[in-house]
């Protein structure tokens, strides 16, 4: 065994750097893959903030109500260790993220400052400005920058992972992947990978995440035996603005702050909406849930709006949309707090939400589901680990606010050195570990694909994907629309085989790039699907009005999808959650 | 914390059935570069991305032959990514937030053009290298050199008056826009640009970023630093985020002179 | 596992484009600091002098010659010029146009105020080098020599002014100079960080424009005078001093005999009929 082990980390948000930080630390070499210049990734994003129970408001908050708080939320699907362990983790990676110069907001004592979010009662949000994802992603990126330049660390940027080197005992000996402008093929040695690749928004077509976040990678590993679980859970916020190519996000912070969501109680109101009296305004989440108010959880929120639009009619205009309004509170608060995610609507929608109340929508928004690990983040293929988004711990069937970054960093955390323990223990590889015969499968998939003459274009084989998913697997489900759904998806299969790429060049061709993931999109998608279609009751994100309840004796399970070669579909099982902490209760936010 | 907040013009909605689109395009890094026009329905609310994907779905250019899609960077579309700088209608701008209805009625003409960033090699079509600037973030130290990662305590206190400084520059997405504009960046001169020169300003700021503090002011007096810049503005004036680069430029610039005195005398 | 050989990281040795920040190597801070530094304190303080020197023009001959005799007759006057002159002129117009040239001027596409005044200050500061060029070669370096006969300042910045061309040279040499001096003055301040702050650069902005006017103004009425005065006639108005070490005592009173020039600055031999020399009505 080699003294310095060598891991690769593929996906260079949060999770990513995360990872890479911890093992170059301990002494590890790191090649880092991603997509995109890490930089650029979706984390990034994030607006509203990071969670940790660092009770800084005397409100008697503890890791303890943080942990109940995010297992609750999550509708007790979740594992219980990890988060127990995240949760505890939670004041010390603040503080850490702290001294790495994040600018978070301070006290004017000069400590940090905390704000509210959804589905807790505390002041349990760290944030910088409304950029949070920014300036940890940057802050993460400085500290990978600074190891990069004391060599140990490599990045690959504009490398897309396709697939595992796996060995004849089932082993991971590295990676295979191709490099995005000279659309070589080549793989790459490691004594473990670790798969941090974020969500898979683009599957639903228009979502609030960032075009790379297709789940190809994950998916490719479940076509290569990896497990992947809970797919059917997909957070659909509450606050989005409706675009033409992506539904921006409207924070959370912006109810957290004290934004209030409604609409004119008369059915299509024509008055403009300043004009409109308190009392002719509905302001629907306030009057159901009067303890949380507008912070009740998203699932929630979302089903409200989706309620108040499809049920009740009384969407803006007759549109799918209805309002946050937070020109009642003052500008200087607004600045001085969410003024970024304020300028995103005033940017992109050309009006200005100090004065005039934000138009907004339910949009898919977060994966809770993914590669199946257990509590070391390693999925079932040694020498594999994941973290981040791209597994599916910690969140169960519904992610908190500012849960996430909170989640991606632990992960990333725990999976480096977990994956620097494994790569110490592991026995050397026999003959070249599969590396030749990876190599060769890729490449020919790729002959296949640029030489194909068919009449497909890949974009629109997407858009079809994309509507038929957010028809029937997001908000609200029925089995009929799911089963519909994976019809249309086979379909959809069929017809990849019939595509046609206009750009046959081997220089920067991202359509070729984007097919090569768009089938993985497609494999993926019917786990979600199925996994969805089999869940037969109601929890967190996942709803059906045939089954509304939560059913604990049938499905207090984690879905276990496992690809099959031969029928090229999911083999959906279950596996027992791990309730050891707390025990489960009804989740309800209505009463106190 | 200044009050800049871009003032949006609502556009007026266009009125034609279809839009004009030409880009410019280039194969390669060496292959030559060419026009290419499209015809493309117009609707409402479109900005530049969704009209690359609109081209991408349907690769027909203006003549009516069959072409491919446009190469081009994008990620968040939501102008936090940094991706997709690009020449729309010959200034830089980030194309996710470059709203067509606007952008039909500036040039009078109902029409609107795209090409890559011109100071930065081209990869291909809009697509460019822009790894000069994460290499300038290397060469001035731009990171906070923790002791470790592992659990320290809290970390130092500070002002939310230091706070509300570093913030703003905290913003940029490096998408290099103030690096294109400047007539000061360009391959005689080597110079490192507004970014870097904010960025390393801002990790001056922190109380534990200050260790370096005299390291990255020695960077910024190597060739190509902070006084290679003219004081031309442009960059402040076409960030997407609004930093305050001109301020940074000049308490840098102050910063480093006063390092080059001390070393002067003491090294 | 070292069974495997490590992969080669990505190469960006061979980038193409701007590149990377050579940190902390080379001179160009230095020099452009220098630059920085000549264009306000020798050149700047100098012009600021000539401007108000010339301002004697306005007076009459006599009190020109006063002046340029006063200034020609500082000790060590020719080592002061140099020094503080000639070299750092040199040295600022010299760098003054290297860093021009390597500008890449965009104002086409980014008609902004900040970016004309980038472009302005470059193209001034050619308008200023072709003056001074021509202004030091037609003035200082060829005809009769002033240091030797300050009496014949006025005569000779006249006489070059007879020209109408000549005027146009010197309101626009004129103009683009103070220009040049007083955007620098605000281009040093913002580049110094001495005014960081966008309402600190606002404010002095105001400033420099005043001072600006002020010293084109000045400039352009020492101009206007001599070109409205009438004619003198080639004659020294003081005495010549004797050599460069002189003492800095201007005579009070005038000799009779002077020395006439023609155009070329040739001495016209001396007639036989003394010429009395009678003083110009003062404006
Ligand atoms: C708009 C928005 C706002 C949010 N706000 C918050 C918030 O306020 N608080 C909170 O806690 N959470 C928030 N979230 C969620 C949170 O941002 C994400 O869950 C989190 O950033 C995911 O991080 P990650 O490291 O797992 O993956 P990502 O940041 O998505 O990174 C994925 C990485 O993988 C790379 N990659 C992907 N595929 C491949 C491949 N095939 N080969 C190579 N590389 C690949 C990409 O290039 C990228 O570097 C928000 C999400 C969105 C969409
Ligand atoms: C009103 C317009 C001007 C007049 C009448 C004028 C006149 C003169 C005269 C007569 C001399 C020669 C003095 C001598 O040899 O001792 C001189 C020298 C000089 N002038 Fe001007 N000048 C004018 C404007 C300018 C301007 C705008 C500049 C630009 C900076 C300039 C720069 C110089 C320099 C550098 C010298 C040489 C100084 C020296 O020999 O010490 N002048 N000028
Ligand atoms: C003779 C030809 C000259 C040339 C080619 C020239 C050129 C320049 C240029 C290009 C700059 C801008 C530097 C930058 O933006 O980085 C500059 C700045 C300046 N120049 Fe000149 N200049 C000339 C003469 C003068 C004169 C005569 C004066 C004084 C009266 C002067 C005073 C200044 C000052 C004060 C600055 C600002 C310094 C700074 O940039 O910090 N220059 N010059
Ligand atoms: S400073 Fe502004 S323009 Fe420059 S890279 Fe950053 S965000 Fe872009
Ligand atoms: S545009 Fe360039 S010259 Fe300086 S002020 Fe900005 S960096
Ligand atoms: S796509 Fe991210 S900034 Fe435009």
Redesign the interface.
Known sequence: MATTPRIIVVGGGLAGLSAVMKIAEAGGKVDLFSIVPVKRSHSVCAQGGINAAKNLKGEGDNVDKHFDDTVYGGDFLANQTPVKNMTAQGPAIIDLLDRMGVPFNRTPEGLLDFRRFGGTLYHRTAFAGATTGQQLLYALDEQVRRYESEGKVTKYEGWEFLSAVIDSTGVCRGICAMDLRTMEVRTFPADAIIICTGGNGAIFGKSTNSVVCTGSAQSALYQQGAYYSNGEFIQVHPTAIPGEDKLRLMSESARGEGGRVWVPRKKGDPRPAKTIPEADRYYFLEEKYPKYGNLVPRDIATREIHKIVYEQDLGIDGQPMVYLDVSHIDRATLEKKIEGILEIYEKFVGEDPHEVPMKIFPGVHYTMGGLWVDFNQQTNIPGIFAAGEADYSIHGANRLGANSLLSCIYGGFVAGPQAMTYAKNLPAQTGDGGHAAEKVRQMEYNNILLQNQGTENPFKLWRELGDTMTRHATIVRYNAGLKEADAKIVELLERYRNINLTDKSQWANTSFAFSRQLYNMLQLARVIVQGAEKRDESRGAHYKPDFPDRNDEQFLKSTMAAYDAKSDAPVITYEEVDTQWIKPRPRVYTSS | MAKKSAHVEKPKPYTGSTFKVSIKRQASPDAPAHTEEFTLPYRSGLNITSVLVDIAANPINATGATTTAIAYDSNCLEEICGSCAMLINGKARMACSALVDALLHENGKGEITLAPLSKFPVVRDLAVDRSVLFENLKAVKAWVPIDGTYDLGAGPKQFPQIQEERYPLSNCISCTICMEVCPQFNDSTNFVGAATIAQARLFNLDPSGAVLKEDRLRALAGDGGVQECGYAQNCVQACPKQLPLTEAISDMGRDVAIQQVKDFFTR | ????A??A??D?AH????????????H???L??LHSLTGIVPIGAFLIEHIISNLEIVHGPVAYAKQVLFLNSLPLVRVLEWAFIFIPLLFHAGYGVF?AV?????VN??P????W??VM?RVSGIIALLYIIQHLWFQRFSGVSLPEHPGLAYWKVQYELSNPWMVAVYVIGMVATCFHFSYGIW?FC?????????DA?RKLGYATTAFGVILCGLGLWSIAAIVSAPMVPAVEVIPAPADDSAPAVVPTYQVPTVQQYDSNGQPIPQSAVPQQYAPQPQQ
Do not use: C
Request: proline residues 8%; glycine residues 18%.
């Open positions: 596992m070292g069974s495997v490590g992969v990281p990505p960006n980038r193409k484009g701007v590149k990377p920040l050579r940190a902390g190597q080379g160009s801070f230095l452009r600091k860093i390597r500008g890449r001027s965009n596409v980014y902004l105020a900040g970016n005044m980038y200050q281009l913002a580049k110094w960080g001495i005014t960081p702050g966008d650069r």
